[in-house]
């Protein structure tokens, strides 16, 4: 059902986000999840390791998104 697909489908938007924010670039998408990012309050890739971090990671790139 819907619960058990929730997480890979919050995965697949992280990365959609994450891909439009930096024009495909991959170089500067694995710069992005690797360094500390302030008003995530930690690393981004270390923060997605949990539940409550994907969360938040993806309402914050949702809202720069917003902004592209």
Same mark, same amino acid.
């Given at each position: 059902g819907r619960d058990a697909t929730y997480p890979l489908d919050s995965w697949v938007r992280l990365? &959609?986000?994450l891909d439009a924010i930096t024009g495909g670039d991959e170089t500067v998408a694995r710069a992005w999840l690797a360094?500390?990012?302030r008003a995530l309050g930690g690393k981004p890739a270390v923060k997605i &390791?949990?539940?409550?971090?994907?969360?938040?990671t993806l309402a914050y790139l949702d809202a720069r998104r917003a902004l592209v």
């Open positions: 990365f &959609r986000s360094n500390e990012n &390791r949990t539940i409550p971090g994907l969360m938040d």
